[in-house]
Each structure stands twice: as C-alpha cells, then as structure tokens.
C-alpha cells in the first residue's frame, strides 16, 4: 500500500528556532500533499494544501510567512515553522494523494510533535 | 457552529458490547464521508468510508443520512483493541480536503 513517511518524528527546541518537517511519498507520485496541525485533544485542522510546482493554498487564520510550504519534488513536501514559540508547540500530520478523482484516498504521515520549550 | 459535531465521549463498555456514534455535518454540498480512528498520538487511519446505502465491514457498520446530514458508526461486539479515537470526517468540493470532527473516544474494558 501506499506508504508515507514523515521526518522527523518528535522536536524539542528552544523558542525562536525555526524546525523543518519532512513529508515523502515513498512509493507514489503525490500530486497533493495537506499539512494538518492537531492540539490535544482537538480534531486535526487542516493547515494548507500543497501541489507540486505551486504556491500552497493555505486556511483562513494559517499565517503564510510563518508556515513556510515547499512541495517541489512530486515525492517531498517540507513544511517549516519559523521562528517557532511555545504556542506552535502542536502535532503536525501530512497526507499526500495521487492525481486522483477529488484527491481520494489521502495516505497520512506519522506525524511530527513539535515541542517549543 | 462546528462543520463537522460528534458526540462528546468518552464512551466507556464492556468487551462485547455494542456501540454506536453519531455525527452531524452542516454543509449540505459536503460530498464524501469517512469514518477514521485515531490511536493516541499517532496519526488517524480510515477506518471505512461511508455511502448513503449504507455499508458494512465485518463487525463495524456506516450509515450515512443527507437528508438530516448525519453519519453513524455501528460497532458490534466490542474488542478491547477497539479502543481509540473515532473521527468523523467529510469532503467539500473537489480539493481533497478533509474537514475532521473533534472525535469520539471509546475504550473498551474487560
């Protein structure tokens, strides 16, 4: 089955840093990928919509210059977060799709669970 | 109000048990429909997706109501590995996004 891996799996660091989340498609081309973020117990938001070769598509409220979407390979999407503070502390999930009809299924990451200390 | 409401939880049952979720969704164009489970902290996984026929997958049955814009999950004869988030999730348009309820927590006790 489709297969989606995500790198790294956990970050600690100081605030202000800024941390680089990895999504890849390991055995398909993913046309789309997603960026989720999810706070505990709260449902995963979905953050922007990445397609290969473009500007991402971000949600109302996602700042644009702060999450930083670069999917320019059709295996790789990064997602930075920049000049990170305690309250970006989240857990950060990307799916990523095939050139399919509505972009179904998505195949989810392991996701990221950033700490910002 | 929320696109996408689920029952509060936690729901806690015995091994055996049967048990139903609910979830409610507000925008009618809404045009594919999922049921996920999350584990904790990891990421959710499809559980099934779910048609207006309604459909089965062994112990666990969808039902899917868009006159009243309510999902349902049935869950038969309850194993403790059951145990786990279960989010209700739809698709709008043609963009793929998911719009994923808050999430149901069920844990299955010997």
């Known amino acids: 089955g489709a297969v989606v891996s995500q790198h790294p799996s956990w970050v600690i660091c100081k605030s202000g840093t800024s941390v680089k989340i990895e999504c890849r498609s390991l055995?398909?081309?993913?046309?789309?990928m997603f960026w989720y973020r999810q706070f505990p117990k709260q449902s995963l938001m979905l953050m922007a919509t990445?397609?290969?070769?473009?500007?991402?598509?971000?949600e109302q409220g996602v700042e644009k210059d702060k999450f930083l979407i670069n999917h320019a390979s059709l295996t790789l999407s990064t997602l930075t977060v920049t000049s990170a503070h305690p309250e970006d502390s989240s857990f950060y999930i990307c799916?990523?799709?095939?050139?399919?009809?509505?972009?179904?299924?998505?195949?989810f990451g392991d996701g990221t669970r950033l700490s910002i200390l | 109000r929320k696109e996408v409401e689920q029952d509060p939880g936690p729901f806690n049952v015995p091994e055996g048990a049967t048990v139903a979720f609910n979830c409610t969704y507000s925008n009618s164009a809404s045009q594919s429909f999922f049921w996920y489970r999350q584990d904790c902290r990891k990421e959710p996984k499809l559980l099934m997706s779910v048609y207006s026929s309604g459909n089965e997958d062994g112990r666990f049955t969808a039902q899917l109501n868009r006159a009243s814009q309510y999902i349902s999950l049935l869950i038969r004869d309850s194993k403790l590995s059951d145990s786990a988030t279960y989010l209700c999730v739809v698709t709008t348009g043609n963009t793929g996004k998911l719009i994923f309820g808050q999430g149901t927590t069920l844990q299955v006790k010997p």
């Open positions: 799916s990523a799709t095939e050139d399919s009809p509505f972009n179904q299924p998505q195949h």
């Open positions: 055995d398909f081309q993913a046309t789309t």
């Open positions: 990445s397609n290969e070769g473009s500007k991402a598509t971000y």
